[in-house]
């Protein structure tokens, strides 16, 4: 157990559809990071919180959107899903809003789009 | 650009043998390098770092060689195992706020 929990574990949804994920980062930590992991595309970087506010944004859709709460914990949320979106997503975190000190990540949600 | 580029998409070695991964890096602001780990199903979980300021870091049985000249970043995993099959990903740091990955080398082990 890394530490990092995110839930659900897997979800199967249908294109044009909205799923929230989320993360709870490690005790301590107040950074947040959201990576999605597809076969063709490798881990690729999609948000970071530090400490409730946005720090950085990567490759993120605008059918994509996240948000970390005062209790640290942070949701991804994914509308008008489409077959594409279907991937790993995983969640990470540090305890500096730096990533020169490494992540620990989640175990990853798994959605499936049909 | 960000871009950070594995030479060898599988390696496949002898239980026993060493590995060598490679991973090349585009950007020389670079300062921070991690090896990750990642099984089937699971999370990548973190081997080892290294910073800029240094060429080489030791774990038991990994290490990390860091050539900044040609920006060129290797791990050697000793005594290969089994459980050593997995795939690896190296990851740099430019400036502080996010992990770049690359796409990774699969590392299967022959019993």
């Known amino acids: 157990d890394s530490g990092v929990t995110q839930t659900p574990k897997h979800l199967i949804t249908a294109t044009g559809q909205r799923v929230t994920l989320r993360c709870s980062p490690r005790?301590?930590?107040?950074?947040v990071y959201w990576y999605q992991q597809s076969l063709d595309q490798g881990l690729q970087f999609l948000i970071q919180?530090?400490?409730?506010?946005?720090?950085a944004k990567g490759n993120i859709l605008e059918r994509f959107s996240a948000q970390q709460f005062p209790d640290l914990h942070s949701e991804l949320n994914l509308s008008s899903l489409e077959l594409g979106d279907s991937a790993l997503y995983f969640c990470?975190?540090?305890?500096?809003?730096?990533?020169?000190?490494?992540?620990?990540f989640g175990s990853g949600t798994r959605l499936t789009v049909v | 650009g960000e871009s950070v580029g594995l030479h060898l998409p599988t390696l496949s070695v002898q239980e026993g043998d060493n590995s060598i991964i490679n991973c090349a890096y585009s950007?020389?602001?670079?300062?921070?390098f991690i090896w990750y780990k990642q099984e089937s199903g699971k999370g990548p979980q973190f081997i080892i770092d290294?910073?800029?300021?240094?060429d080489k870091r030791q774990g038991q049985r990994v290490t990390v060689l860091l050539n900044k000249t040609v920006k060129h970043l290797s791990l050697q995993i000793a005594a290969t195992q089994p459980g050593d099959s997995a795939v690896y990903f190296c990851?740099?740091?430019?400036?502080?706020?996010?992990?770049?990955f690359g796409a990774g080398t699969i590392l299967r082990v022959k019993s």
């Open positions: 990470a975190s540090s305890v500096q809003g730096a990533a020169n000190y490494g992540y620990t």
């Open positions: 005790s301590g930590d107040l950074s």
């Open positions: 919180y530090y400490n409730g506010e946005e720090r």
């Open positions: 950007n020389s602001a670079s300062d921070y």
């Open positions: 290294i910073r800029s300021n240094m």
């Open positions: 990851a740099e740091n430019i400036r502080g706020n996010k992990l770049v």
